[in-house]
Structure formats: structure tokens, C-alpha cells
């Protein structure tokens, strides 16, 4: 097999090369260690613990179909990632048509559990903010939900969204700005953020 940068290098790269020699303890290991952060971070975006179950079987089976064609940019985990994000917008998006279509409600909710910052949150105000959390724009949710729901820096984001990370900094501001001003008129208050320093970029 023709070297690769990761081979000698890359954080992964003993798991790397066990699962494309085709380990299945390797690919075992590789569950075991990601499918909780998998289905959790699904959870953020689908309706129900089924949707969520049933995308992360979705993300494991496309690690395995296309294992071959990670550039090793990045740890194994953001890869993951990245696959989770798409094929969790991609399931969202065809639950909101069949929304205005007439047919499933899709509940508006936090999905999963609501980490440490909103546990003292009464339920009524959670229903709001997730509300508000849901009439973002999909990108500016989708890094709001990465950075502050999942806890991922600037870079590990721009990595999992596959684009500069000035343009994850100024969707992320994006992202505050509209979620505070949407829950200032639903009369819920958001902590201050003290955002990343970095350059802005037009999203």
C-alpha cells in the first residue's frame, strides 16, 4: 500500500491501519470509543432516540463503505463527525417536509440531554429556548449546537464543517446575536459568550 502521511504521524494511526486492513476488532473498538458522542450529537438534530439510533447505524456503515477515502486531515473522531452532521441535517430536512406537507409533527425540543449550563433551566423556559434554538438558520444552528452543546473549539469545527475557520467565527456570532435577540422577545435571558478571537469572514 502506497505511504500516506498519517501512516507514521497522525494521532489514529495504528486504529487507521487496523481498519483498513479490514480488523473487525479495530472496527469494534472504533464503536465503542465513538458511538455515544455519534448519537448524542445526532440527537441535537433529529426528533426522536429512534431517528437518532438509526443515523448513527448510518454513520458506522458509511465509516466502513468509504474508510478508504479519509485524507487523514483530522482525528478520527471530527471525521465521524462530519458524517454525522450531514446525514442528520439530511434526515431533519426530510422530516420539515413532511412537516409542510401536513403529515408528522416534528416536536421542537433539545435533543438528548441538555448539558450542565441548562440544568437549572425550569422546563417551560427549556421549551422556549429550544424554540428559539430552532428557527436558527441551519448553519448558524448547526455551529451553535457543535460549540456550545457539544463543547468543540473554532477549528475542531471548521474541520467537522469542512470550511475556513473564520467563517465558523462569524457564523457563530451570527448564531448568538440571532438566538439572544429571539429569546430576549420570547422573554428568556442567555448568558454572555465570550467568543473565540479570530478573523471574521463573510458566511
Aim: proline share 5%.
Amino acid at each position: 500500500m502506497t505511504s500516506t502521511p498519517w501512516q507514521t504521524d497522525h494521532p489514529d494511526a495504528d486504529l487507521l491501519s487496523r481498519l483498513l486492513a479490514g480488523d473487525g476488532l479495530a472496527w469494534r473498538t472504533l464503536h465503542r470509543d465513538h458511538a455515544p458522542d455519534v448519537f448524542r450529537l445526532a440527537r441535537r438534530f433529529v426528533h426522536s432516540d429512534t431517528e437518532a439510533e438509526e443515523v448513527t447505524q448510518e454513520v458506522f456503515i458509511a465509516a466502513y463503505r468509504y474508510v478508504e477515502r479519509f485524507r487523514g486531515q483530522s482525528r478520527l473522531k471530527t471525521w465521524l463527525y462530519r458524517i454525522t452532521v450531514n446525514r442528520a441535517l439530511k434526515r431533519r430536512r426530510w422530516w420539515h417536509r413532511r412537516r409542510e406537507a401536513g403529515e408528522d409533527a416534528l416536536p421542537v425540543q433539545f435533543a438528548g440531554t441538555p448539558g450542565p449550563e441548562h440544568r437549572t433551566i425550569d422546563r417551560d423556559q427549556l421549551r422556549r429556548l429550544s424554540a428559539c434554538l430552532d428557527k436558527l438558520e441551519v448553519r448558524k444552528r448547526t455551529v451553535l449546537v457543535l460549540h456550545e452543546l457539544e463543547g468543540l473549539d473554532t477549528k475542531e469545527i471548521a474541520a467537522v464543517l469542512d470550511c475556513p475557520r473564520s467563517t465558523v467565527l462569524t457564523r457563530l456570532a451570527r448564531a448568538r446575536a440571532d438566538l439572544i435577540l429571539l429569546a430576549t422577545r420570547a422573554g428568556l435571558e442567555i448568558p454572555a459568550s465570550t467568543p473565540e478571537a479570530g478573523p471574521a469572514e463573510e458566511a
